[in-house]
């Protein structure tokens, strides 16, 4: 591995086990989740001047307005995803650093992720593929509407709130699969697990959380 990878100082291993250690004090059970978050460095998903500060359980700004997502917080949505078996073909929506890709791209086979901000996006796709990371497709565009042409998905995971989880991301869910997805007013977001039988969902409250707003429409 190369030393940007790998990481020195406050981004070096110990600073990311230390990481580790507080997410299993957070409750944080999955050991496939905190295997892959240890190996995975978040450094590289914020700009420089953040970096020394990339493995502090926290959300931090990654611009345009937007956050990569607190780790506990990653962790949480991953394992709740991947809680009764792993899904093969998972949609993402909100792109944003490529933090929570990295992650999900190692844990199951096929990763479609939706971003409707450009300069994101292209960021994104290059840390990914600096991490030799293949298993992911993008798409720019509002991801309110999924992403219809690979539908159905086994798992979707929602990295915005929408005030209501919209109706076409559920439709898009495969009979059995799960979404994770947090939703409700701007100060009274709760992060969500749904689970598709037939047309019957299942609905499993994880708490309360604080997401940037899912947003409609695309950017230039
Ligand atoms: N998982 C990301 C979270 C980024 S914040 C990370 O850890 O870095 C949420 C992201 O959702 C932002 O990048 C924002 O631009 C994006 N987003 C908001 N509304 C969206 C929409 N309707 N469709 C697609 N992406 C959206």
């Known amino acids: 591995m190369n030393a940007d990878l790998r990481g ?31 190996d995975t460095p978040r450094h ?20 345009q307005g937007q956050t990569i997502s607190q780790p506990y917080i990653v ?30 791209a190692q844990l199951v086979p096929e990763v479609y992720t939706v971003e409707r901000i450009a300069g994101l996006q292209d ?5 990914l593929a600096q991490l030799k990371l293949r298993n992911i497709h993008y798409k720019r565009s509002d991801g309110t509407w999924g992403w219809s042409q690979h539908a159905p998905y086994d798992g979707i995971l929602v990295t915005a709130a929408p005030e209501q989880v919209p109706a076409d991301l559920l439709k898009q869910l495969v009979d059995g699969g799960r979404m994770v ?3 409700g007013p701007a100060g009274q ?20 959380v604080s997401f940037v707003p899912l947003v409609k429409g695309d950017t230039q």
């Open 123 to 127: 960021r994104a796709r290059q840390r």
């Open 189 to 208: 977001q709760t992060l969500r697990v749904l689970v598709r039988e037939d047309d019957t969902i299942h609905e499993t409250e994880l708490g309360r």
């Open 8 to 38: 020195i100082g406050m981004t070096s291993q110990r600073t990311r086990d230390r990481l580790i250690q507080r997410l299993r004090e957070t409750g944080i059970r999955d050991e496939r989740v905190l295997s892959v978050m240890r």
């Open 44 to 63: 590289l998903f914020v700009d420089e001047a953040l970096a020394s500060r990339a493995y502090e359980d926290t959300a931090l700004p990654i611009g």
């Open 181 to 183: 997805i947090p939703s």
């Open 75 to 104: 962790a949480r949505m991953t394992e709740a995803l991947l809680e009764d078996n792993v899904p093969q073909k998972v949609l993402e929506v909100g792109t944003g650093s490529g933090y929570q890709t990295a992650i999900l």
